[in-house]
T-cell receptor
Framework: AQKVTQAQTEISVVEKEDVTLDCVYETRDTTYYLFWYKQPPSGELVFLIRRNSFDEQNEISGRYSWNFQKSTSSFNFTITASQVVDSAVYFCALLKTSYDKVIFGPGTSLSVIP | NAGVTQTPKFRVLKTGQSMTLLCAQDMNHEYMYWYRQDPGMGLRLIHYSVGEGTTAKGEVPDGYNVSRLKKQNFLLGLESAAPSQTSVYFC???????????????FGPGTRLTVL
């Protein structure tokens, strides 16, 4: 069975704090892709990152970084020096390559307080 | 290049009414998807299509029908709307690099549907 768990339903941080959003996935496939999407209050879904199962290198993009650990089936997302514009719901998702469907986690709502 | 567009943006229906949501993409993507988003449940796949003329069921297909007569369009139909279908509907598309996996999905802006 495939599943994506985002245990943190809601997180509030004060601006400039660092925050980590957790994502744990389940799959029996050896080849798969993981994604993070951002959904700001305006409602659209914005693609942030894609990672394939063979690439465990951490990635940094500006204030965003992602930590992929196959040993713990986790793909965590850290925002450094958070800003109010980071307030959004963040979804982690898993694509099983043989199935061509993406399974989304329930999302984590992040509020950054000025 | 508009990406993925959805029509309409908002709609209110009465129970039993029918309607069609239109999704269009101009990226020449092979795959298209319809999701619904409900509070606390993330996105759930309703139906998807891997090419023109083909459709398949996702996680929650009951009460919906789809058609993909043209590669760029993917229609989602509700024949007899029910209050349980009140949701935000997202369309997405993607382009497979080969037939074994699907690349990143790009989403439309969503349609907010209320069924009274």
């Amino acid at each position: 069975a495939q599943k994506v768990t985002q245990a943190q339903t809601e997180i509030s941080v004060v601006e400039k704090e660092d925050v980590t959003l957790d994502c744990v996935y389940e799959t029996r496939d050896t080849t798969y892709y993981l994604f993070w999407y951002k959904q700001p209050p305006s409602g659209e879904l914005v693609f942030l990152i894609r990672r394939n199962s063979f690439d465990e290198q951490n990635e940094i993009s500006g204030r965003y970084s992602w930590n992929f650990q196959k040993s713990t089936s986790s793909f965590n997302f850290t925002i450094t020096a958070s800003q109010v514009v980071d307030s959004a719901v963040y979804f982690c998702a898993l694509l099983k390559t043989s199935y061509d469907k993406v399974i989304f986690g329930p999302g984590t709502s992040l509020s950054v307080i000025p | 290049n508009a990406g993925v567009t959805q029509t309409p943006k908002f709609r209110v229906l009465k129970t039993g009414q029918s309607m069609t949501l239109l999704c269009a993409q101009d990226m020449n993507h092979e795959y298209m998807y319809w999701y619904r988003q409900d509070p606390g449940m993330g996105l759930r796949l309703i139906h998807y299509s891997v090419g023109e003329g083909t459709t398949a069921k996702g996680e929650v297909p009951d009460g919906y029908n789809v058609s993909r007569l043209k590669k760029q369009n993917f229609l989602l139909g509700l024949e007899s709307a029910a209050p349980s279908q009140t949701s935000v509907y997202f369309c997405a598309s993607s382009y497979p690099r080969d037939r074994t996996f699907t690349d990143t999905q790009y989403f439309g802006p969503g349609t907010r549907l209320t069924v009274l």
